[in-house]
């Protein structure tokens, strides 16, 4: 699959402080990449480095194989980008913004298709003063995907939609992927992330810190898991001390609670415990580290 | 280029939609016609004689305040950055800014003229040469706006430097008051100001021959290529670029044509000279065959 985005050794900095420090990654036609990362962590100024509204410093930004700083308006003739917060003219409708920022485009999708599949066709003529921040965030994915693009760039997408207008801005995301375009998209929303990203990257101060895919990068994470049980009879106090590599011990009468690295292992031990003083397990929970978790034990 | 259109309709039918900037444009150049009706209501063709200055007003007041204060805002709020994601340059982005003003400026112009004519003006003399003295106004005035635009922050800095930019032109610039009345200083002052340069252009094709603005004219296109380019050199998508030191290009056509016309010795005007250069006693109106013949003004004009 050819690469849609590849950026290389992007640098930026503001003063004396270094918003991105190096940056690279790539997002493949078909893919949905997700950048995840703490406030400052530098996704804003990639998102911006790529798509023209930043200059940095240094480093290189190929857009569909376009150098996209030497040829800025070739680049952004393949990109779409919605961003976290869009301004308009307060008196535009939003039909007359598909018509007039698709005018701009020689591929483009029809504004009443749009606004269909985004749910705007109520709100077609009504002022963008008077739209509530959902509608105002779906007519931003609708100005993204108005060139039909083959690099969607979201930054914070879903930030103000109701479940309704998510699953519409999932299925879009979803269906530029299908037709073989890339996705790169910044969130907060790990459930999100997790559910549509086929990879992420972890960016702190303005590197990035982790790449892969989701399971993959929770299953490579140093976090631990959580297991609990509910036994028949209360365990008498002290009994579990001996188990190795565990932590966090709770024990309240017949509930006990406790986190382990190496869950199999914390088992083998446990059971023979159990046996020891006559304990059944009534229920056994094991919830391993949530990408959330995983993405804090990056950082 | 399909895109840029666009955007000059889209930019026309926001204008009418906000009842603030159609107010401006249009009520502010009429307060002043009303004003000129009511000082010079006694000359024998009311208005003639001040078209160049109501014009330039009106020129004025949309370049110092409403276009920079349209640019600012927009790009206070964000818009421009929205604009910047689209595969236009900047050039693209602001021909479709200037273009609308301009055609909202003619109207007000037209507006202006109807209603002068509407009460007892003639028709000017050179009509078609009159719209491209104001058109070739506009375009240096619109640079200003530009370069104002460039260099305010936020709105209110835009009220402060248009209003540098604003009441100097009015009172010493030659736009309100005639070059004749100011004190030499002022008179010296003037050519190196674009409102002067604007009044004389456009009065020349209402009064009196076309030709006798050459200077003017060449003088607004100084001004009006400087400011324009430093605009655009200096344009800023948003807050966060700093001004730029381009500005200062758009300083140069001023200086030009300030130069030129100390140089050329034109920059002092008498009362018996600008009564010349508007027509008064210029062929082909000096004699009874056109309307704006010598010895029609009264004595409370332009003295």
Known sequence: ????????????????????????????????LGLLGPNGA???TTVESIAGLTEPDSGSVEVCGIDARRKPREAKRRMGLALAVTALQDKITPREALES???????????????????????????????????????????????QPELLILDEPSAGLDPEARRNMRAAILDVKENGGAVLM???DMDEAQRLCDRIAIINLGRVVAEGPPADLIARSRTTT????????????????????IGGLECTDALVRFVATNVNEALAQLIPVLDRHGLDIAELHAQRATLEEVVAGFL | MQGVLQQILLHLRLNFRSRMAVLYQYLFPIIFLAAFRTVYRQERFPLAMHVGELLTITILGSAAFGLPSGIVSDRERGIWRRYKILPVSSFGILAG????????????????????MATGMPMPAHPFAMWAAFTISAIAFMGVGLDLAMLATNVPAVQALGQCIFLP?????????????????????????????????????????????????????????????????AFRWDNRQRPSPWIALA?????????????????????????????????PYSSAEGPYNAGTATPVSRR
């Open chain 1, 42 to 44: 530098g996704k804003t």
């Open chain 1, 1 to 32: 699959m050819s690469a849609k985005l590849n950026v290389h050794d992007l640098r930026k900095r503001y003063g004396t402080v270094r918003a991105l420090d190096g940056i690279s990654f790539c997002v493949n036609g078909g893919e949905i």
């Open chain 2, 251 to 283: 300083l140069l056509g001023w200086l030009i044509a300030g130069i030129a016309a100390e140089s050329r010795g034109i920059v002092h005007v008498s009362a018996a000279r600008q009564s010349a250069a508007r027509g008064r006693e210029s062929p």
């Open chain 1, 101 to 147: 920022f698709g005018a701009f485009y020689r591929r483009r999708a029809g504004a009443e298709e749009l606004l269909a599949r985004f749910d705007l066709k109520p709100v077609a003529g009504r002022s963008f003063d008077t739209l509530s921040t959902g509608q105002r965030q779906r007519l931003a994915l609708a100005l993204a995907l108005v060139n």
């Open chain 2, 97 to 116: 800014t200037l273009v609308t003003r301009y055609l909202l400026l003619l109207t007000a112009a037209l507006l202006v003229l109807a209603l002068a």
């Open chain 1, 186 to 188: 910044t969130t907060h």
């Open chain 1, 226 to 245: 959580t297991i609990s049980l509910r036994l028949q009879s209360p365990i008498p106090p002290g009994a579990l001390a001996a188990i190795q590599g």
């Open chain 2, 169 to 233: 032109m009015l009172i010493v610039g030659g736009v309100a008051f005639p070059l004749s009345s100011l004190p030499a200083w002022a008179q010296h002052l003037s050519a190196f100001l674009p409102g002067r340069y604007s009044v004389q252009a456009i009065q020349a094709c209402v009064t009196g021959t076309p030709a006798a603005a050459q200077f003017d004219v060449l003088a607004l296109v100084a001004i009006g290529v400087t400011g324009a380019a430093a605009g655009l050199l």
